[in-house]
RNA sequence: GCCCCGGUAGCUCAGUUGGAUAGAGCAACGGCCUUCUAAGCCGUGGGUCAGGGGUUCAAAUCCUCUCCGGGGCGCCA
């Protein structure tokens, strides 16, 4: 719709480009809105007092040529110049049958599009460490990236969605290293547990499969273990060398071998957990992508050795330095330590390396809000690359904080101490809490009221959307129960019957829809999806409590019943985009 | 110190590339169930858009300074 009114002021243009009334070189980026206030006419156009000013002549006239050199349409029932110069589009009627129509014939298609054309498109999200089960604050990051993903996919993109997996780092070592170190434990070995270590209650978990699996066959004695470790911090030590110290004593003792199968016995165990986690949120992925795989199959080497070969490297202190700053970023950056390994940034360069030669047109990344600093580092080493670092766009989820009986939850994954989203999801439900994720823009601080996202009332919003549907679905039930029909293709030539203003605005409101999907798709933000949902759902509850549906008129009732199914077909569709469930009783 | 995000009604937040009289939910107050589920509807009150300056036909929106809140600034991941 507002493609077509942008076409015809765009003859418009045109036509006074060619009579002289407009200048003929005249660049025009015409904008149609949808008008806040339906007094102001249904669309409207600032064209007249954009131009105005190179046109040097007043907008009001201009407006006035412009409207009278529009060709005529059959959707456009008349043109008013308001305010200052608007142009203001009031449609026929049936226009907004014709929206009525495509929701129930498309049915969940309705609201689909084929803006991109199909186009290939990456959408990286979560990617937590797998050191622990996902908390809450990853919980936002897979609810956002997944419906961005589903918004993407509706507007025509072939998307695929993707889970980094940290499964090389010395994160991975540390927790390989605390099982090992619970597993000691459950040997009977008296130990004080490093303050590095990973301390939740999962680790002694994985601990306890591998003293199943292997009995004491993995028990060392702790004045082995310990040789030649520094102090922890409890005896004044340093953690860091101290953790560090562990590790190399444990793959000592071990072998690589059997340090291996302790250290993929971690990673398999948590990844297990954080793959059914996400499933059974309702998040999917087309592939779990290995950082391992990168330093195996010699991409990270490639990477630095393209980088190095740029021009924008040198070595200072024994570790090889990426001269970021050439573009722009604060500090240079290591890609090599000095005791030969290579550096977290050196395997995000490789990643990134790859995923643009997987040929994307564009490459999502969805990212904490705590990682913000790394988004100049990343795009510049895409850039000294050759590459174009325009094709990667990083989305900075900001923290939900969790509330609680009003007090605020504070978390550490160090500690063990934090909220799952397991146990959130037990708590108020998937639903509800896929909902509450993406009601905010993501740039914004979310405050997540636990009590409110499981309250089964009027204060909970989900509901009342889903509420929406439900109503629906009864009255459909109620009229079987009468003995009554409903006649789809009858209603479809009856709509003009509706001439409520609650039916008006339902219907103006269901045309809508595929905008809103659209918006939300490019502008990466499903909020505007879920402010719709609730507006339509309101504007569904008015019309149900002023007028009866089920009425005598047999013309009358299937237009209403047109209408409201029409109705349920978006909110279904929109519920579904969201990650969100259309029940059809309450 | 530098960088990022935010500051809009009592609370939580919307507000499209700058547009017409700044909106919604919750909370508060007053109404509506003999009628398709009251998890609903209708009505009332509530604002220095943090503050100053600037840009223009037009600023909550863009620029600048100040104040306040959160986060980030490792050869960690």
Known sequence: MKHQLSQLLARAVDQLRSDGTLPADLEVDIA??????????????????????????????????????????????????????????FLAASAWHRAVMQALQQGKHYGRSDLGRQRPLQVEFVSANPTGPLHVGHGRGAAYGATVADLLEAVGYRVHREYYVNDAGRQMDIL????????????????????????????????????????????????????????????GGDKEKHIDGLIQRCRQLLGE?????????GLESILDNIRRDLEEFGVHYDEWFSERSLVDDGSVERAIERLKASGHT?????????????????????????????????????????????????VIDIWGADHHGYVPRVKAALQALGDDADRLDVLLVQFAILYRGGKRLQMSTRSGEFVTLRELRREVGNDAARFFYV???????????????????????????????????????????KGLQWDRDHGERQLHLLEEAHEDALMVSISRYPEVVEAAAVHHEPHLLVHYLRDLANEFHTYYNAHQFLVDDQALRDARLNLIQAARQVIANGLELLGVSAPDSM
């Open 257 to 265: 071998e059997r340090y291996r199968e302790v250290f993929d016995l």
């Open 439 to 481: 009601m905010r823009k993501c740039e914004q601080h979310m405050d997540f009221d636990l009590d409110l996202a499981k309250s089964r009332s009027n204060e909970n919003p989900v509901y009342y959307i889903q509420y929406a549907h439900a109503r629906v679905a009864s009255v459909m039930r109620q009229m079987e129960e």
């Open 32 to 89: 149609v809105e949808r008008t806040r206030d339906r007094q102001h006419g249904d669309y409207a156009s600032n064209l007249a007092l954009v131009l105005a000013k190179t046109a040097r002549t007043n907008p009001r006239e201009l407006a006035h040529k412009l409207m009278q050199a529009l060709p005529p349409s059959e959707t456009v029932a008349r043109v008013e110049i308001a305010g200052p110069g608007f142009i203001n589009f």
């Open 176 to 235: 390989a290293t605390s099982i090992y170190l619970r597993y000691l434990e459950l040997c009977g070995e008296d130990l004080s547990f490093p303050a590095n270590g990973y301390q939740g209650d999962y680790v002694w978990d994985i601990g306890a499969t591998l003293h199943r699996k292997y009995g004491d066959a993995l028990r060392q004695p702790l004045t082995e273990l310990l040789r030649g470790v520094p102090a922890d911090e409890a005896q």
């Open 314 to 362: 040198y070595v200072k202190d024994g570790a090889l330095w990426f001269r970021s700053t050439d573009y722009g970023d604060e500090k240079d950056r290591v890609l090599v330590r000095d005791n030969g390994q290579t550096t977290y940034f050196s395997s995000d360069i490789a990643y990134h390396m790859n995923k643009l030669e997987r040929g994307y047109e564009r």
